[in-house]
């Protein structure tokens, strides 16, 4: 075992309590493990304009980079409503961003077992400009 996969899962699954999702009754939460070995967590927020959505994965991430944190080793993802809630395309891609050298590992709820899969698993050829 790698990372503490429950802890950061339970970290998921309180943010999930804070989600505003008041359209799509579609609550999700988020925690990420920063290289620094920090977790920062997130919820989706919904907007009555309803672009301006921001996702949970996308929320803890932000909160991540903007605190300094420019590395994530995992992400783990709870959904009440969604047994093994997958990211979205969008958070697929912001991940891939704050991919270091390891790659990330992400974390998914089937009940009470964890399932564990990479980065690549969701985004093959990924992209990013190497500045
Ligand atoms: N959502 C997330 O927060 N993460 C995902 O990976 C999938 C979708 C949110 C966005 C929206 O608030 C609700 O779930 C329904 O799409």
Avoid: W
């Avoid at 309590?17 to 290289?35: I, R």
């Avoid at 991940?95 to 964890?114: C, H, N, S, V």
């Amino acid at each position: 075992m790698k990372y503490d996969y429950k802890l950061l899962m339970e970290r998921a699954k309180e943010a999930s309590k804070m989600s505003y999702s008041p359209f799509s009754k579609f609550a999700v939460g988020a925690s990420v493990l920063t290289g620094n070995g920090k977790i920062y967590s997130g919820c989706n927020i919904e907007n009555s304009s309803f672009g301006m959505t921001i996702c949970a994965e996308r929320c803890a991430i932000f909160k991540a980079v903007s605190d300094g944190e420019k590395e994530i080793l995992a992400v783990a993802i709870f959904s009440p409503n969604e047994s093994d809630c997958y990211p979205c395309g969008a958070c697929r891609q912001v991940m891939y961003e704050f991919q270091g050298e390891k790659e990330i590992e992400i974390i998914t709820a089937e009940k009470d077992k964890l399932n564990i899969k990479k980065m690549s698993d969701f985004l093959p050829y990924g992209f990013k400009i190497h500045g």
